[in-house]
């Protein structure tokens, strides 16, 4: 059973940064595909971007494409999600994954708790 931990996030102005860590415990992730999710209020979870086991294919949101970065550190048993350029409709609770290379939620069957990004206008 894999547990996923998700920091860095907070409030931050408009055309800032944040970087979100997730962290992973109880086995490895390392055969995993990873994948960031976020859910605004009053919305439905959405996908953010993924990355495959290896490291080499990535997949992202055309929403986030270009402004966001997400990266794997496989002996922290760590993936991170550094987000520039932040912009108001960015706010969301966002959440880590761990699963099948996809874009879909329901690929994905270990979850974080999350952690809440604000962005400012």
């Known amino acids: 059973q894999v547990q996923l931990v998700e920091s860095g996030g907070g409030l931050v102005q408009a055309g800032g940064s944040l970087r979100l860590s997730c962290a992973a415990s109880g086995r490895t992730v390392s055969t995993y595909a990873m994948g960031w999710f976020r859910q605004a209020p009053g919305k439905e979870r959405e996908f953010v971007v993924t990355i495959n086991w290896t490291g080499r294919t990535i997949y992202y949101a055309d929403s986030v494409k270009g402004r966001f970065t997400i990266s794997r550190d496989y002996a922290k048993n760590t993936v991170y999600l550094q987000m520039n350029s932040l912009k108001p409709e960015d706010t969301a609770v966002y959440y880590c994954?761990?699963?099948?290379?996809?874009?879909?939620?329901?690929?994905?069957?270990?979850w974080g708790q999350g952690t809440q990004v604000i962005v400012s206008s």
């Open positions: 994954a761990a699963g099948s290379f996809s874009h879909r939620k329901e690929d994905f069957g270990a």
